[in-house]
């Protein structure tokens, strides 16, 4: 015979540990896209040309 306390206990422990994986699942991916979108801007900004080295004083 089941039993109904157990099985409604269950289900909410279900319930919540779905939630709480739907969350982070959630943050991981805002942060994944943050990542991806800052990694655009950088790759959309013009090359900075290089720096000529400062002449060498001589002896």
Known sequence: ????????????A?????????TARGLWLAEARRQQRA???EMAKPA???RKPAPKRGK
Do not use: F, V, Y
């Not at 015979?1 to 909410?12: E, I, Q, R």
């Open 48 to 50: 900075r040309p290089r």
């Open 14 to 22: 279900n319930r919540a540990a779905n939630r709480a994986a739907g």
């Open 39 to 41: 990694l655009a801007r």
């Open 1 to 12: 015979m089941k039993n109904p306390w157990m099985s409604l206990w269950l289900s909410a």
